[in-house]
Nanobody
Framework: QVQQVESGGGLAQPGGSLRLSCAAS????????MSWARQAPGKGLEWVCG????????YYPDSMKGRFTISRDNAKNTLYLQMNSLKPEDTALYYC????????????????????RGQGTQVTVSS
């Protein structure tokens, strides 16, 4: 069955960096677009970024551009999120999500189309 296991979260200081990973299994990873989303306490799901199945294109909401970088290694079935210049408002549970096809589809609501997501990894930014 489809599995996505996120890791790499933890406590970081403001201005610090973290690299999240998402190990995928149960599907042909290289055939699907993948995304990262996050959910802060008491808030809805917020989409962070997405990447085409072959890595040829990436999507970032304007609010995420410049500090976050999504990448993937299809040989290792792994998705990454490099987060730099972290801020307290980046504190959230971060999920990786599997797209329905090989490209990112952004719905009118701003949500990235997906069918599975992992359990998430907690990122806390605090001094």
């Amino acid at each position: 069955q489809v599995q996505q296991v996120e890791s790499g979260g933890g406590l970081a200081q403001p201005g610090g960096s973290l690299r999240l990973s998402c190990a995928a299994s149960g599907f042909t990873f290289s055939s699907y677009a993948m995304s990262w989303a996050r959910q802060a306490p008491g808030k809805g799901l917020e989409w962070v970024c997405g990447i085409y199945s072959d890595g040829s294109d990436t999507y970032y909401p304007d609010s995420m551009k410049g500090r976050f970088t999504i990448s993937r290694d299809n040989a290792k079935n792994t998705l990454y999120l490099q987060m730099n210049s972290l801020k307290p408002e980046d504190t959230a549970l971060y999920y990786c999500a599997k797209g329905l096809g090989n490209i990112i589809v952004v719905l009118p609501t701003g949500e990235y189309e997906y069918d599975y997501r992992g359990q998430g990894t907690q990122v806390t930014v605090s001094s």
